[in-house]
């Protein structure tokens, strides 16, 4: 029914549209019941969309390849599982996600708020409204999911690489954290055109910036596993340009989610803040532009479109509008109150601000010098992996050092004989970590040996919080240690979970620090029975077989694996051909070492007919604590996310004492 | 094609219903005007947010110098300034309550 689906999309266009008309002439005439029209077309706009997503995902179910975007996307011999990921799998349907999540997250939050916001809802909805009008426009006239031909025997199949479990999860989520930054942005758009610039915007959206920071961490961290599991080059981030896309907006949202602490605390940096809630926006409407334009080769990037200078536009537009508003209010925005002392949380915040920024501006050169050079001298440039380590080292050793700093600092300002005492017990951690580390031969890379001695001082920052705090609570009343701890946390989910995050930071630091600066690397080409040593494993190769998958055949080499004299069994590494989409991945063999975080990883470069394999080995001391990292960001952002009732009371009471109804 | 359309069609129509329920709802309101908050009320509304912060504020600092974080001489150096803070956003929302006949909440 692709007549449905381009109806349901021409009718998302038209409440977008009506939303956005409607929604402005309420706001500015004061008209209450086309107030409240604009909000319902914006819900009503959810609907219409859901159903066009219903259409595809119906289509790709029944390999309806009188779709072009099925046909190009999907094969009857396509796992059901990757036949759905196909939906964001290609241009036009992932077009179509960032319109159903971004008109669901609109619908969501101008519903969840219009009681004790509703004079700041009346401007949020246009602006919702004007960002779910382009993505409108984009999949109705521009990139359509719907188009048809005369239906092909069978399509086109799936990129090899994408047929992967984490296809599943790591592109919606990216997606989610994208399209949630929209949320921060409208209602911060809508403060500055409604002048209501109280704290009520930051209160409606930090869940909201909280839940889509934390949703693209985890799908960035879910990619760099596809990638080292999947696209088989030993590495698991490659600073590539679409890879970088999802980073800086993270980045930008990190620097906003300390900052906005700043401005509750203090009342100061608002400016700044809503800077860097355009910046983050701005930055995931960028990356989307990158990943869909094919304006750079990646391989994330599949194709080359016609959106790119539609994207572009866009994007010139929202930031060209949104600081002309904030100049607009700047008198408003500017804040009573000063930095009392460089040395005081507030000032680490900032500190850290600008790191981010710093890292994240470095970044965004990176990606965009390519694309100027190409176009000024007509090549290209990529800079460089070099490039990036290096900023990563400048900007990101101090950002993790600023993480046990900062917790411990006082507000307003902090004497250095206090912080003398404070740093006391964190610094000797430290340095006994960073001589322990020398002594077992760290020393050699140096950046490694100071991100690891910095990660010891966070780390015993974090455990001295949680124990002091712990040992408070219980001296306050708590009948238990478990108690005591339990009502810490739930006390201040913020903080607290916080500092869960600030761990997996510090995991996710050694984890990177360990795999990149002590790692090591060999190849051999081996014949059967031939075997090549790297570090203190032996692999011996045994055998290759072949067998058919249902849409690939699958060559796998066998190899035994020894540590020492230990015995740890086999290893299988390969490649796949796929016969529909005519490609060939490799298919590589992880052996992990639960105990240390190590992984022994080979890849099968290249199977001569002859049966010889030319073998890549790496052996990556503590990687798989950057994925534990992903498991413990996630348990903090859900501290951080749970609801907080003292806070919801304490607001509520605040927003019955001036009328606003006290519902949320 | 003619189930598509007719579907098409029928979420067309409950789309419009949709949009023009608050019009369908009160064809005839008594007022038609946004409820806004008025300049008194917005600047009551930034004095309670001032004193919440302050209050905030003084709680967390007498709570990081329970544990240990902050210390006495810190606490001691911002306890002062703390109370003044709090003790002046209570003023000012003192000064600025509501005159007769004009209860907070009153709006509803």
């Given at each position: 029914?692709?007549?449905?689906?381009?109806?349901?999309?021409?009718?998302?266009?038209?409440?977008?549209?009506?939303?956005?008309?409607?929604?402005?002439?309420?706001?500015?005439?004061?008209?209450?019941?086309?107030?409240?029209?604009?909000?319902?077309?914006?819900?009503?706009?959810?609907?219409?969309?859901?159903?066009?997503?219903?259409?595809?995902?119906?289509?790709?179910?029944?390999?309806?390849?009188?779709?072009?975007?099925?046909?190009?996307?999907?094969?009857?011999?396509?796992?059901?599982?990757?036949?759905?990921?196909?939906?964001?799998?290609?241009?036009?349907?992932?077009?179509?996600?960032?319109?159903?999540?971004?008109?669901?997250?609109?619908?969501?939050?101008?519903?969840?708020?219009?009681?004790?916001?509703?004079?700041?809802?009346?401007?949020?909805?246009?602006?919702?409204?004007?960002?779910?009008?382009?993505?409108?426009?984009?999949?109705?006239?521009?990139?359509?999911?719907?188009?048809?031909?005369?239906?092909?025997?069978?399509?086109?199949?799936?990129?090899?690489?994408?047929?992967?479990?984490?296809?599943?999860?790591?592109?919606?989520?990216?997606?989610?954290?994208?399209?949630?930054?929209?949320?921060?942005?409208?209602?911060?758009?809508?403060?500055?055109?409604?002048?209501?610039?109280?704290?009520?915007?930051?209160?409606?959206?930090?869940?909201?910036?909280?839940?889509?920071?934390?949703?693209?961490?985890?799908?960035?961290?879910?990619?760099?596993?596809?990638?080292?599991?999947?696209?088989?080059?030993?590495?698991?981030?490659?600073?590539?340009?679409?890879?970088?896309?999802?980073?800086?907006?993270?980045?930008?949202?990190?620097?906003?989610?300390?900052?906005?602490?700043?401005?509750?605390?203090?009342?100061?940096?608002?400016?700044?803040?809503?800077?860097?809630?355009?910046?983050?926006?701005?930055?995931?409407?960028?990356?989307?532009?990158?990943?869909?334009?094919?304006?750079?080769?990646?391989?994330?990037?599949?194709?080359?479109?016609?959106?790119?200078?539609?994207?572009?536009?866009?994007?010139?537009?929202?930031?060209?509008?949104?600081?002309?508003?904030?100049?607009?209010?700047?008198?408003?925005?500017?804040?009573?109150?000063?930095?009392?002392?460089?040395?005081?949380?507030?000032?680490?915040?900032?500190?850290?601000?600008?790191?981010?920024?710093?890292?994240?501006?470095?970044?965004?050169?990176?990606?965009?010098?390519?694309?100027?050079?190409?176009?000024?001298?007509?090549?290209?440039?990529?800079?460089?992996?070099?490039?990036?380590?290096?900023?990563?080292?400048?900007?990101?050793?101090?950002l993790l050092?600023?993480m046990?700093?900062?917790?411990?600092?006082?507000?307003?300002?902090?004497?250095?004989?206090?912080?003398?005492?404070?740093?006391?017990?964190?610094?000797?951690?430290?340095?006994?970590?960073?001589?322990?580390?020398?002594?077992?031969?760290?020393?050699?890379?140096?950046?490694?040996?100071?991100?690891?001695?910095?990660s010891?001082?966070v780390?015993?920052?974090?455990?001295?919080?949680?124990?002091?705090?712990?040992?408070?609570?219980?001296?306050?009343?708590?009948?238990?240690?478990?108690?005591?701890?339990?009502?810490?946390?739930?006390?201040?989910?913020?903080?607290?979970?916080?500092?869960?995050v600030h761990a997996a930071i510090v995991l996710l630091a050694?984890?990177?620090?360990?795999?990149?600066?002590?790692?090591?690397?060999?190849?051999?080409?081996?014949?059967?029975?031939?075997?090549?040593?790297?570090?203190?494993?032996?692999?011996?190769?045994?055998?290759?077989?072949?067998?058919?998958?249902?849409?690939?055949?699958?060559?796998?080499?066998?190899?035994?694996?020894?540590?020492?004299?230990?015995?740890?069994?086999?290893?299988?590494?390969?490649?796949?051909?796929?016969?529909?989409?005519?490609?060939?991945?490799?298919?590589?063999?992880?052996?992990?070492?639960?105990?240390?975080?190590?992984?022994?990883?080979?890849?099968?470069?290249?199977?001569?007919?002859?049966?010889?394999?030319?073998?890549?080995?790496?052996?990556?001391?503590?990687?798989?604590?950057?994925?534990?990292a992903?498991?413990v960001f996630?348990?903090?952002?859900?501290?951080?996310?749970?609801?907080?009732?003292?806070?919801?009371?304490?607001?509520?009471?605040?927003?019955?004492?001036?009328?606003?109804?006290?519902?949320? | 094609?003619?189930?598509?359309?007719?579907?098409?069609?029928?979420?067309?129509?409950?789309?419009?219903?949709?949009?023009?329920?608050?019009?369908?709802?009160?064809?005839?309101?008594?007022?038609?005007?946004?409820?806004?908050?008025?300049?008194?009320?917005?600047?009551?509304?930034?004095?309670?947010?001032?004193?919440?912060?302050?209050?905030?504020?003084?709680?967390?600092?007498?709570?990081?110098?329970?544990?240990?974080?902050?210390?006495?001489?810190?606490?001691?150096?911002?306890?002062?300034?703390?109370?003044?803070?709090?003790?002046?956003?209570?003023?000012?929302?003192?000064?600025?309550?509501?005159?007769?006949?004009?209860?907070?909440?009153?709006?509803?």
């Open positions: 029914m692709p007549e449905l689906g381009r109806a349901a999309l021409l009718v998302t266009l038209g409440l977008s549209l009506y939303a956005l008309v409607a929604g402005t002439a309420a706001a500015r005439l004061g008209r209450r019941r086309l107030a409240r029209s604009a909000q319902n077309a914006l819900v009503a706009s959810f609907g219409a969309t859901a159903v066009a997503a219903a259409v595809l995902l119906s289509a790709l179910l029944r390999n309806d390849f009188s779709l072009e975007y099925v046909a190009r996307t999907t094969s009857r011999a396509l796992p059901t599982a990757y036949t759905i990921s196909a939906f964001w799998g290609g241009q036009e349907g992932s077009l179509l996600l960032w319109l159903l999540v971004l008109t669901g997250f609109g619908a969501a939050a101008v519903t969840l708020n219009r009681s004790w916001a509703r004079d700041l809802i009346v401007w949020v909805v246009p602006v919702f409204a004007a960002i779910s009008t382009f993505f409108a426009f984009l999949v109705v006239a521009v990139a359509s999911p719907f188009a048809t031909q005369p239906a092909p025997l069978d399509g086109a199949g799936m990129t090899p690489s994408l047929q992967n479990p984490y296809m599943l999860a790591h592109p919606p989520l990216l997606y989610l954290g994208y399209v949630g930054l929209s949320v921060p942005f409208a209602f911060a758009m809508g403060a500055i055109l409604s002048g209501k610039l109280d704290e009520r915007w930051l209160v409606a959206t930090r869940r909201w910036t909280l839940f889509a920071w934390a949703a693209l961490g985890i799908g960035q961290l879910l990619g760099s596993h596809w990638a080292y599991v999947e696209v088989g080059w030993g590495g698991y981030y490659a600073w590539d340009p679409v890879e970088n896309a999802a980073l800086m907006p993270w980045l930008a949202a990190t620097a906003f989610l300390h900052s906005v602490m700043i401005q509750e605390k203090r009342g100061m940096l608002k400016v700044w803040n809503v800077l860097l809630v355009i910046l983050a926006f701005s930055l995931s409407l960028f990356g989307t532009f990158l990943t869909r334009s094919g304006v750079v080769n990646s391989i994330h990037s599949f194709t080359q479109s016609s959106i790119g200078p539609w994207f572009l536009a866009f994007i010139a537009l929202v930031v060209t509008v949104s600081l002309a508003l904030v100049f607009w209010r700047l008198p408003r925005l500017r804040s009573p109150t000063k930095l009392e002392s460089p040395v005081s949380r507030e000032a680490a915040f900032l500190y850290n601000n600008l790191l981010l920024l710093a890292l994240c501006l470095a970044i965004l050169w990176g990606v965009v010098y390519p694309m100027l050079s190409e176009a000024v001298r007509g090549e290209a440039v990529v800079l460089g992996r070099s490039y990036y380590d290096f900023f990563l080292r400048a900007f990101g050793l101090p050092l600023l046990g700093i900062g917790p411990l600092i006082a507000w307003r300002r902090a004497s250095l004989r206090s912080l003398a005492t404070t740093f006391r017990w964190p610094t000797l951690v430290a340095v006994l970590a960073g001589i322990v580390l020398l002594l077992l031969g760290a020393g050699s890379s140096i950046p490694g040996l100071v991100a690891y001695t910095f010891a001082f780390l015993a920052t974090i455990v001295m919080e949680f124990a002091r705090g712990t040992r408070a609570r219980k001296a306050l009343g708590a009948t238990t240690w478990p108690g005591a701890f339990t009502s810490l946390v739930s006390r201040n989910r913020r903080r607290y979970g916080g500092y869960v050694i984890g990177i620090a360990g795999s990149s600066a002590f790692d090591s690397v060999a190849e051999a080409k081996l014949r059967k029975g031939d075997s090549m040593r790297i570090g203190d494993y032996t692999l011996v190769y045994r055998s290759l077989s072949e067998r058919s998958g249902p849409n690939a055949t699958e060559i796998r080499a066998t190899l035994d694996v020894r540590r020492g004299n230990r015995d740890l069994g086999t290893l299988k590494a390969g490649k796949n051909a796929y016969t529909i989409e005519q490609q060939v991945s490799n298919e590589v063999g992880i052996r992990s070492d639960r105990l240390t975080g190590e992984d022994l990883f080979v890849i099968a470069e290249q199977i001569n007919p002859d049966g010889s394999v030319y073998f890549r080995v790496f052996v990556k001391p503590l990687v798989n604590l950057i994925w534990l992903g498991l996630l348990l903090g952002s859900v501290i951080t996310l749970w609801p907080d009732r003292r806070e919801q009371r304490r607001l509520v009471a605040r927003a019955s004492e001036v009328g606003i109804p006290a519902t949320r | 094609m003619t189930l598509a359309l007719l579907l098409a069609a029928t979420l067309a129509v409950a789309c419009v219903i949709v949009v023009a329920l608050p019009f369908l709802r009160e064809p005839e309101p008594e007022s038609d005007a946004l409820e806004d908050l008025d300049d008194e009320e917005r600047r009551r509304l930034e004095l309670l947010e001032a004193r919440d912060r302050a209050l905030s504020a003084l709680k967390e600092l007498e709570f990081d110098h329970r544990t240990g974080t902050i210390s006495d001489e810190d606490y001691r150096a911002q306890l002062g300034p703390l109370r003044r803070d709090v003790a002046s956003a209570l003023q000012a929302l003192t000064a600025a309550e509501p005159g007769e006949g004009q209860p907070p909440g009153a709006r509803n």
